[in-house]
């Protein structure tokens, strides 16, 4: 018997403006966001900890943004 599509969570990466409209209008439940800004600001503390020669955590982990139909509209560009 085939299964509801409704029923079953649909995701997607990257965030991209597409997934945002596609979270909006309900097509998506859930994408994630690669945190650039993140990532960048972890590379450039890794940075000045290994000038420092202090020990510096392997692998440099930064979380992915959870973006749902609760919070999609933070990531809209205007």
Do not use: C, H
């Not at 079953?8 to 596609?22: C, Y």
């Not at 000045?48 to 992915?64: D, E, G, H, L």
């Amino acid at each position: 018997m085939p299964q509801d599509p409704k029923s079953v969570l649909t995701g997607g990466i990257d965030a991209t403006p597409d997934a945002l409209r596609a979270v909006e209008s309900g097509e998506l439940d859930v994408t994630v966001l690669q945190d650039a800004f993140g990532q960048a600001k972890s590379a450039v503390e890794a940075s000045y900890k290994m000038m420092a020669n202090q020990r510096v955590p392997s692998p440099q982990w930064v979380p992915f943004r959870l973006i749902t139909s609760d919070n999609y509209q933070q990531f809209l560009k205007n």
